[in-house]
């Protein structure tokens, strides 16, 4: 059996696959709210009881691995190439999207107000795209709350920039859905983003001072996007490809079968 999520009320067994995405520590630590913190450090109580037991334990990056107790094996999320990919046009005017809570580690509430008072001013007819659970009322935001896959690659497809504030990610599967849709990428530098974006390269990395300047150097210049947009593309083709993600648990699966896995 291979396990996605909670796996604590089931018996252990040595053909037992657990992928972790992410570590419920992180989330403590990065917990915005004290019944938020409580509740994910209670949590990661049962994920230590999950990593010793039997099977195989996977994480999703380098820094889920470092937080969990032997869990040694490293597969990165994947994004399917088929359906995320460049569309026809981008938007006429400046764009970003953002994707997330306002008021959770991935701090929509942060962004628009950078948003507001750094990138406005600089790019007046710049039109902030928010996907997620709470609205948000602006002349210069379009909140669309919940979407479907399709609209969702659409949003990708067309933004100039997607813009990823999170304090914490465990991988941060939003980066490379945008990359693979070929939309440059600012991200706030922390370990999971990290393992993804390489600044300058296939994205701009900032901190919270530096998060507006990145995201209106993006904006401004034309050639900076295209060369984040193409090593962006190049980046999800040759290590995020759906297809050689499920091929790494494939071999992972008959491993176990023929008893070889260590």
């Known amino acids: 059996m291979h396990y996605h999520g909670d796996d604590y009320l089931v018996k252990g067994s040595p053909r037992r696959v ?40 996977v994480g999703i990056s380098r820094t889920t691995c470092s937080s969990l107790p032997f869990v040694r094996r490293h597969i990165p999320c994947g994004v399917p190439l088929d359906r995320f990919r460049p569309g026809a046009e981008k938007t006429t005017h400046p764009s970003i999207l953002f994707i997330g809570d306002m008021h959770s580690r991935k701090r929509g509430s942060l962004l628009l107000d950078i948003f507001t008072t750094h990138v406005l001013p ?22 669309l709350g919940h979407v479907d896959e399709q609209a969702l690659v659409e949003q990708y497809q067309k933004t100039w920039v997607y813009c990823l504030p999170s304090s914490y990610e465990g991988f941060g599967v939003p980066a490379i859905e945008a990359m693979a849709c070929a939309t440059a990428v600012v991200a ?30 993006a904006l401004s210049d034309a050639s900076l996007r295209a060369r984040l947009c193409e090593n962006g593309l190049r980046c999800v083709r040759e290590h995020y490809d759906i297809r050689a993600v499920a091929a790494q648990y494939e071999h992972i699966y008959t491993s176990l079968r023929t008893g070889s896995c260590a």
């Not at 630590?29 to 994920?47: D, I, N, P, S, T």
């Not at 600089?122 to 909140?143: D, F, K, M, N, Q």
């Not at 922390?190 to 150097?217: Q, Y």
Request: with cysteine.
């Open 122 to 143: 600089a790019h007046p007819s710049c039109l902030l795209t928010i996907i997620g659970p709470e609205p948000v009322s602006h002349a210069h935001v379009r909140w």
């Open 18 to 57: 657990r992928t972790f995405y992410g570590s419920a520590l992180q989330e403590a630590l990065h917990g915005r709210r004290a019944g938020r913190v409580l509740y994910q450090a209670l949590f990661y109580v049962f994920e230590i009881i999950s990593c010793m037991r039997h099977g195989v334990k």
């Open 188 to 217: 706030v530098d922390n370990a999971g983003t990290r393992e993804i974006v390489r600044h300058e390269e296939n994205g701009l990395l900032a901190d919270d001072g530096t998060l507006g300047s990145c995201l209106n150097r």
